[in-house]
RNA sequence: UCCCCAGUAGCUCAGUUGGUUAGAGCAUUCGACUGUUAAUCGAAGGGUCGUAGGUUCAAGUCCUACCUGGGGAGCCA
């Protein structure tokens, strides 16, 4: 083995053209045609094409060629040739080949059509294939956009408790022993403590796991899913949509602007991304039930919308649709009544377009001390557990909202995927715990 | 929790009104081929038809229960 080469990744070949390299990957394709054979390597960061002539290279090297299987682990020395014909576009002239971790015969991953059964059985190998390496190229720009569009604004970063006493919800959490102090439960949002820290530093954002034990069976629902919950004192409803539409905006630019090949390779029609532009589209929720009745919906005043309802109501427009200002019933206690209709309450929900639903629950929160505590009794609530989040009001209180934009949904309507758990590498679901 | 659907080779599936020895493609193994692109061509191996019970001369096929998974509803992001 030549110990001297430089190993640059796939995605650096350019830059060592006819130099040779020792390139470190993982077999994806073997062929062979008798006196010239092929072996498709896969590093992570892209794919080259290593060439073995049998008249050119030792005769110890083709012997190794033979044992070569799909998913081997391999460092193979040659000189890098851009070449037209090559899947990545470069070939490798190879001289030398270590086999550095065999692969069996039994890769449960073939380059065709699997059942999703399968394919999440062996989540764990799924991962290497190209497509799935789109979808995570795509979700760590949108993660990375995330922080950067927060940061400019001057929003700090606050990361919430996931282990917490019972508050937020009440139905579907999971639950676990802690010590002394009887039961805990994993956070189902960190917005409460989010509420306490913009009343520490102003404008603040979280971004972490949240957990539902809801028995869910849908392509939109995980029981594990990552959330971005920014809380902003000072903002009103109004604001607060702005902030969400200037943001949602923002995460499609930036993988419009940083992600073709990756858009490309998921064949998704971009044409529907470049139309997500501010300003989105408002409507108020008593417009959207007379929308919906003249559409032929049989939803009264009153009931929340059901995701029938949502897909109705999206199907006339191509960029995301706020439906703002619900009946204080469908919603929950902590959000601010509206004064113009005291029915309401000051919130909006974001549906994405292309039938991807809600992305955003937001709302402007109740910051009048007396009016949270009859909300609270109203809803049959336990006032103890809400003892901290209370004193939010009590000592300064403040005009404030935010909101929560799911992760993986988000993800999953910009790569135009099917279902939300190729969103996120190990989906967790009310039947999958591993791997 | 409720409604609908599926389970046959390692994978994806076909299997007729119930009828002899359950098939195909891919994958695997062996052979051929000096530019393959999910290579191609030839050959071979590979099955407790999800589990248990029942109907029948006869069950992959019909019935019942259960198991496993999928899609949807509700709830939500």
Known sequence: MDQSSPAPRISELHDHAGQPVVVRGWVTHVR?????AFAVIRDGTGVCQAVFVKSVVPPEV?????????????????????????PGGFDLQVSDLVIHGESPTDYPIQPKEHGVDHLLDNRHLWLRSPR??????????????????????GFLRVDTPLLTAA????????????????????????????????????????????????????????????????EVAWNDSADNMRLQEDFVAYLV?????????????????????????????????TDAVATLQSKGSDVKWGDDLGAEDEALLVEDYEKPVFVMNYPKEAKAFYMKENPADPRTVLCDDLLAPEGYGEIIGGSQREDDYEKMIA????????LDAYGWYIELRKYGTFVHSGFGLGLERTVAWICGLPHIREAI???RMMHRLRP
């Open 32 to 36: 062979s045609s008798g006196k010239v």
């Open 62 to 86: 083709w012997e190794r060629f033979g044992q070569l299987t799909t998913e081997a682990s391999v460092l193979v020395t040659g000189i890098p040739k851009p070449e037209p014909r090559a």
């Open 132 to 153: 799935q390496r789109a979808i995570f190229v795509i979700r760590n720009e949108i993660e990375q956009a995330v922080h950067d569009f927060y940061y400019q604004r």
């Open 167 to 230: 508050i937020g919800e009440r139905a579907g959490l999971f639950e676990t022993e802690y010590f002394e102090e009887g039961k805990a439960y994993l956070a189902q949002t960190g917005q409460l403590y989010g509420e306490a820290a913009a009343a520490a530093f102003g404008k603040i954002y979280t971004f972490g796991p949240t957990f539902r034990a809801e028995k869910s069976k849908t392509r939109r629902h995980l029981t594990e899913f990552w959330m971005i919950e920014p």
């Open 253 to 285: 630019q930036r993988v419009l602007e940083k992600c073709r090949p990756q858009l490309a390779e998921l064949e998704r029609d971009v044409a529907k991304l470049e139309k997500v532009t501010v300003p989105f589209v408002r409507i108020d929720y």
């Open 375 to 382: 909300r609270i009794k109203e809803e049959g609530l336990p």
């Open 425 to 427: 590498a190990f989906p």
